[in-house]
């Protein structure tokens, strides 16, 4: 049985958000998802669902339940960067929000971020508070690194906190997040993930590419989302933890300065064996993937480009007296992201 949009407005040239879903045969979670967003208010929005090979019945479901939504089938499954950005480049709205296809908004959800990057030009995208399915949790509030290069979640698994103001953050979960369609052109290509990493640190990778250009990021606490969380992960649980070792790497190859990955390289070492131990036999195998990379960083020239020289810290403990985010601000440079401490 099908559900209605609320929300679609009916001329696309003035369409607040376009959402775009990855999906992978992710049946009844795919339409708790669309049905989420059939119920937004407050915004108008179209919805792309991008589908990555699933099997016939799926498509058969998809249209008798959304018969609103758009979809673009990919025919096989490309994973989630290439079926985001192909989402994205069909999006005619200024803002795109990425959902997971396990993931499931409050009514609010849209209408609250949208408003939030309207208030502030120099945001780049931003989440809300995306909890587990229980809603007991927090999933994740925004992207922080580790001392070991790790791109963690903010908060992840601790119980939900007393917090109401949005705060500004290293970068954003791609679980649920509203991203500046401008902020996109940005980037080299105009591509928002990296298609390389297929899965898994492609939001890393982008939000540090958009800092590195000089754009922010924000989490409204008081917008709630809830998520699953690895429904399709735990069907290939070796492939996820390939991917997370490899991708992890990448993304820091591509975005930190040579020298200062060096300086870190013990550190950074002393992650790869933790997963490696956590993953048992086969944590041998994800040693022996990432050291194409690591000679990469360990031979590496200084490049041109604006490369980071540390972690970024912003977010680290939003309930302290952390960057709080203000109505108001606008661009500076003439249009252009104004330079910031990214140390």
């Not at 949009?5 to 009916?10: A, D, E, F, K, S």
């Not at 939030?116 to 949790?137: M, P, S, T």
């Not at 690895?230 to 991708?247: E, I, V």
């Amino acid at each position: 049985m099908g559900f209605a949009m609320r929300t679609v407005n009916p001329d696309p040239d003035h369409l607040d958000l376009t959402a775009v879903i990855p999906n992978w045969n992710g049946g009844a979670l795919l339409h708790a998802a669309l049905a989420s967003l059939a119920s937004q208010t407050g915004v108008s929005l179209d919805t792309i669902v991008v589908d990555n090979g699933s099997d016939p019945a799926e498509l058969r479901a998809l249209a008798e339940v959304a018969p609103w939504a758009r979809i673009v089938s990919l025919g096989q499954n490309r994973g989630f960067a290439v079926a985001c950005n192909a989402g994205i480049r069909e999006a005619k709205a200024r803002f795109v929000l990425t959902l997971n296809n396990d993931a499931r908004l409050a009514p609010d959800y849209c209408a609250r971020l949208v408003a939030r990057l309207d208030a502030d030009d120099n945001l780049a995208a931003a989440q809300g508070l995306v909890l587990d399915d229980e809603g007991q949790r927090v999933d994740s509030a925004g992207i922080v690194w580790s001392e070991r290069g790790e791109a963690l979640q903010i908060l992840n698994r601790q119980p939900l906190p007393a917090i109401g103001e949005p705060f500004q953050v290293a970068g954003v979960s791609a679980t649920a997040a509203v991203y500046r369609v401008a902020a996109i052109s940005s980037l080299d290509g105009g591509r928002l993930f990296d298609e390389g990493l297929f899965a898994y640190y492609e939001d890393a990778d982008a939000s540090l590419r958009l800092l590195r250009v000089g754009w922010a990021f924000a989490c409204d606490p008081g917008a709630r989302a809830w998520h699953v969380g690895a429904s399709t992960g735990r069907r290939t649980p070796f492939r996820r933890d390939l991917w997370l070792a490899r991708n992890r790497w990448r993304v820091l190859a591509d975005n930190f300065a040579p020298g200062f990955l060096r300086h870190q390289l013990p550190r950074l070492l002393r992650a790869d064996l933790a997963h490696a131990r956590h993953c048992g036999l086969s944590g041998v195998v994800l040693l022996v993937a990432v050291i194409p990379t690591i000679l990469r960083v360990l031979t590496a020239s200084s490049r041109n480009g604006a490369l980071l020289t540390g972690w970024p810290r912003l977010g680290c403990n939003p309930l302290a007296s952390g960057p709080r985010l203000h109505a108001g601000r606008s661009r500076t440079n003439g249009g252009k992201p104004s330079g910031r401490e990214l140390g």
